[in-house]
C-alpha cells in the first residue's frame, strides 16, 4: 500500500516536472518570434503616416517621402503571382491526390518536392532566363512569375495532403447516392478540405509577399509610380533591402516601417485566412 | 423506380409487421412467380491475386430483408459492395459473375454504374455525413450533387421521418450533419440513402458503432422500410439477423455455406459449418 502510494507520488511528480519543461521550452520559442515583432514594432512605428502609404521615396537628404509605389508594387505582383500559381498549384496537388498514383504523379511529386526546396534567388535566376531576357527588361511580370514558380510546388503538395485527408467513407457515400465521379471529387472531396486549401492559399501568399530574392533579377526596382506590369517594378522587400544596406539613418528609420507594412499585410492575410475557413454551420466541428 | 403510391397499395394489404417466420419466408424464397429483386449469379471478387470472393449465387425477392453474417473477414462487405460497383474504383479489384437487378445484368457493357448506384442505395458501417453540409443538405444531397434543384423541403422531412430523426431535428436542421450523436448521425446517413429514392438498400452493419437503443431504432426502421425497399444487411450479430431477416446467407472464406429462411438457419441448418458459427462454436 504504502508503495503504491509513493509510486503515485513519484508519477504526479513526473507530471509537474514535465509540464514546467514543456512551459519554458515554449518561452524558449516565444523569445525570438516576440523579439522580432518588439523590434520592428517600436523602431517602425515612429514612420508610420498617411503619407508613408501614399508619397514616392525622396531622395537622400529629403524628409518625409513613403513607399507608395512598392506597396502597389508589391501587392501587384503578388496578384499576378496568385492568377499564375494558385490554380496551377491547387490543380496539381488535387490531380496528385486523385489520379496521382501512377508514374505521372510520381514523376510529378517528385520534382515538386524537389523544386519546394530549390533556393529562392535560384527561382529568380530562372525566371530572368525565361521573362527578362526574352523580353528584354526587367518587368512586374517577372517578379510575379517567379513568385508563382516559387508558390506552386509547395502548395501543389500541401494541396494533395489535405485532399488525402479527406476520409475515403466520404467519397463512398457520395458515390453511393449515384453521384458522378468528378462530381463527387469537386462537391464533396475537394469542398471537405476547401477551408484547409485556402489556408494553405494565404500562407502561400503571404510567403510570396515576403520575398526578396526571387525580385531582384526580375522585378529590379523603381523610384517612380508604375501600373505597367511590362516595366521595372518596386516591391516592399527589395525597397526595405536598399534602405537597410544604405548609409542614412533616415533610410533606417524607413527599413523598419516598411518592414511593419510588409507584417501587417502577411498578418491581415493571416486573420482572413482564419475568418474565410471558419464554418457557416452551427455546431460544426 | 417504383411509385409511390403503388408501393402503399402493396403495403396496406400486407400485416403491419411482417415477422420473420419461417413459413411466410419460405414461400418468399421459393415463390417462382415473382422475379427476384435481385439475383446474383457465380460472382467472384479478386483483389490481386486474393479471390476474395468465391463462386456465389443467390437471390432476393422483392420486400424482403436478407440477412448476410459470418466471423470476420469472410468476404460480406466485399459481397455487398459488388451489388452496386463499389469495387469500380478499388485499384487491383476485379468482379466476375452476373449481378441482375430486375432481371438486368450490372457489369453488362453499357451499364453506368451512376445510374445504378440511384437505384441501388448504401448505408455505411460508420455513419458518414457530409461534414461541409447542414442536416438539411446533407439529407438533400442526393439531389442536390445530381443537380436536381428546387425546394427539397418535402423529401428531406419524409426521409428524416422515414428514418426516425424527423422529431429529433426539426428545430435545427441548419445545423452540421456531424453534430448529432452516432446513432443520429447513421439514421441521418439512412434518410440520405432513402431521398434518392433507391429500390434495393444494402447495409453494411449499420448499427455496429450504435447503443442498443440506436440499434433498436435501426432494427424497427428496417422493418418499416421492408414494406417498399428490397433490403441486404451485413450484420456482425445474430441476434440482429434474427429479429430483422425473412433470409439469410451464412457466408464463411469468401463462399456462401448457406442460404436459407432466418429461422431455419438459426435452429436447423443443413450445413455443419453454419450450425458451428450459429452455436458460437468459432467465429
Not at chain 2, 17 to 32: K, M
Request: one cysteine or more; proline letters at 5%.
Amino acid at each position: 500500500m504504502m508503495n503504491l502510494h509513493s509510486s503515485f507520488l513519484y508519477r504526479k511528480m513526473v507530471d509537474r516536472g514535465m509540464a514546467v519543461v514543456c512551459a519554458l521550452l515554449f518561452l524558449v520559442a516565444f523569445i525570438p518570434l516576440l523579439s522580432v515583432l518588439w523590434l520592428v514594432i517600436t523602431k517602425g512605428a515612429a514612420g508610420l503616416s498617411w503619407d508613408f502609404f501614399t508619397q514616392l521615396p525622396k531622395p537622400v537628404g529629403e524628409e518625409g517621402g513613403g513607399i507608395g509605389n512598392a506597396l502597389i508594387g508589391t501587392l501587384a505582383m503578388v496578384a499576378i503571382a496568385c492568377v499564375l500559381g494558385l490554380p496551377l498549384g491547387v490543380g496539381a496537388g488535387v490531380y496528385l491526390a486523385e489520379k496521382g498514383d501512377g508514374t505521372i504523379g510520381n514523376t510529378i511529386r517528385f520534382m515538386a518536392e524537389v523544386l519546394s526546396g530549390v533556393p529562392s534567388i535560384v527561382i529568380g535566376i530562372v525566371a530572368y532566363a525565361l521573362v527578362v531576357k526574352p523580353m528584354g527588361h526587367f518587368s512586374a511580370l517577372a517578379g510575379g512569375v517567379a513568385l508563382a514558380i516559387l508558390m506552386i510546388p509547395t502548395l501543389a503538395r500541401a494541396t494533395e495532403e489535405l485532399v488525402r485527408l479527406v476520409p475515403g467513407s466520404l467519397r463512398e457515400a457520395s458515390l453511393a447516392l449515384g453521384v458522378p465521379n468528378w462530381k463527387t471529387s469537386m462537391r464533396v472531396v475537394i469542398r471537405t478540405a476547401m477551408s484547409g486549401i485556402v489556408t494553405a492559399c494565404l500562407l502561400a501568399v503571404a510567403r510570396a509577399a515576403g520575398e526578396t530574392a526571387p525580385l531582384i533579377f526580375t522585378a529590379l526596382n523603381n523610384q517612380y509610380w508604375n501600373f505597367d506590369p511590362r516595366a521595372p517594378t518596386a516591391s516592399l522587400t527589395v525597397q526595405i533591402y536598399n534602405y537597410a544596406i544604405s548609409p542614412y539613418d533616415d533610410w533606417h528609420t524607413k527599413a523598419w516601417t516598411a518592414s511593419l507594412v510588409l507584417l501587417l499585410v502577411v498578418g491581415m492575410l493571416n486573420v482572413a485566412s482564419r475568418v474565410m475557413t471558419r464554418s457557416r454551420l452551427k455546431g460544426a466541428r | 423506380m417504383i411509385p409511390a403510391p403503388a408501393a402503399h397499395a402493396m403495403t396496406s394489404e400486407k400485416p403491419a409487421v411482417a415477422l420473420p417466420t419461417s413459413a411466410a419466408a419460405a414461400t418468399v424464397l421459393t415463390d417462382e412467380a415473382t422475379q427476384p429483386k435481385v439475383e446474383v449469379k457465380d460472382l467472384n471478387v479478386y483483389f490481386r491475386t486474393n479471390h476474395a470472393i468465391r463462386h456465389v449465387s443467390l437471390s432476393v425477392q422483392p420486400q424482403t430483408v436478407l440477412a448476410v453474417i459470418g466471423p470476420s473477414g469472410c468476404g460480406k462487405s466485399t459481397f455487398i459492395r459488388a451489388l452496386n460497383r463499389m469495387h469500380d474504383l478499388v485499384p487491383g479489384a476485379r468482379v466476375e459473375g452476373k449481378v441482375y437487378v430486375d432481371g438486368k445484368d450490372l457489369y453488362a457493357r453499357g451499364i453506368d454504374p451512376v445510374l445504378l448506384r440511384r437505384r441501388v442505395g448504401m448505408v455505411f458501417q460508420r455513419p458518414n455525413p457530409f461534414p461541409t453540409m447542414s442536416i438539411y443538405e446533407n439529407v438533400a444531397a442526393g439531389l442536390t450533387l445530381n443537380g436536381i434543384g428546387g425546394n427539397h423541403h418535402e423529401t428531406v422531412e419524409r426521409c428524416l421521418r422515414q428514418a426516425a430523426l424527423w422529431d429529433e431535428v426539426k428545430d435545427r436542421l441548419k445545423h452540421a450533419g456531424t453534430s448529432l450523436s452516432g446513432g443520429q448521425q447513421q439514421r441521418l446517413c439512412i434518410a440520405r440513402a432513402l431521398a434518392v429514392e433507391p429500390e434495393v438498400l444494402l447495409m453494411d452493419e449499420p448499427a455496429s458503432a450504435l447503443d442498443p437503443i440506436a440499434t433498436a431504432k435501426i432494427e424497427e426502421l428496417i422493418h418499416e422500410l421492408k414494406e417498399k425497399y428490397t433490403i441486404i444487411i451485413v450484420t456482425h450479430s445474430m441476434q440482429q439477423a434474427a429479429r430483422v431477416s425473412d433470409n439469410t446467407a451464412f457466408f464463411y472464406l469468401g463462399e456462401l455455406i448457406e442460404i436459407g429462411p432466418t429461422a431455419q438457419i438459426f435452429t436447423n441448418p443443413r450445413e455443419r459449418r453454419t450450425e458451428d458459427y450459429v452455436t458460437g462454436k468459432f467465429g
